[in-house]
């Protein structure tokens, strides 16, 4: 009984020790409780090249629109993002934005990629509100940021996953936020009401 007295104090010595290491680095691993002034708050998630790349104009778009000359036409609300418009172009001058590309199916009942095909948006709609405020005179870069609505499909991603791995192993880990650019504008809430020119 006395050799196994030693080995018993020797355990819960051991047990205690890894109960302190917790109780110390378990403050450590918690973190810090959110801010209540940012609770809530709309996060605007900025357009980077990667961005501009995947959904920006493209060879065969044709010449860019003049959005601010197109006239107001058709209102489209939106309950929740992604609204269903697969791809955006700038306007001319890099100002504005049009439609593109729209996705050309509602999967379910309330699917919310389906809100803009349901509703009739056509590719070629320029943007002339959101929320009422005019966004011709925007550049297109700050308007993607407004309107925050980007299906990233597998695909894409993949590909930003590969860019992101060879990136880091080349030694390039320091250029985390290149090619972002912040406009200053705030993520739109939603409901978004946003008037076309459907010409």
């Known amino acids: 009984m006395a050799r196994g007295a030693p080995l018993l104090s020797l355990a819960v010595l051991a047990a205690l020790a890894v109960l302190a290491c ?34 920006g104009p493209k060879d065969a778009d044709g010449p860019p629109v003049d959005t601010a000359a197109a006239p107001a036409g ?11 418009i697969a791809r955006y172009a700038p306007g001319v001058g890099g100002n504005g934005a049009t439609v593109m590309e729209v996705t050309q199916k509602s999967r379910y009942p309330g699917d919310p990629q ?55 192993s080349s030694g390039s880990s320091g250029m985390a936020g290149a ?7 705030e993520k739109a809430e939603v409901p ?6 459907s010409r």
Do not use: C, H
């Open 179 to 185: 090619g972002m650019t912040d406009f200053g504008v």
């Open 74 to 84: 058709q209102a489209v609300e939106y309950k929740k993002r992604p609204f269903g």
């Open 114 to 168: 389906g809100q803009a095909f349901v509703a009739g948006v056509q590719p070629g709609w320029s943007l002339k509100t959101v929320n009422g405020q005019d966004v011709t005179g925007l550049p297109f870069g700050a308007i993607m940021e407004m309107l925050d609505d980007e299906v990233l499909d597998p695909v894409a991603a993949l590909s930003l996953n590969v860019k992101k791995d060879s990136s880091q």
């Open 22 to 55: 917790q109780l110390v680095l378990g403050a450590v691993f918690v973190g810090t409780p959110a801010t209540p002034g940012l609770r809530g708050r709309a996060v605007t998630r900025r357009v980077g090249t990667d961005y501009l790349l995947r959904n």
């Open 192 to 197: 978004i009401t946003v008037v076309y020119s």
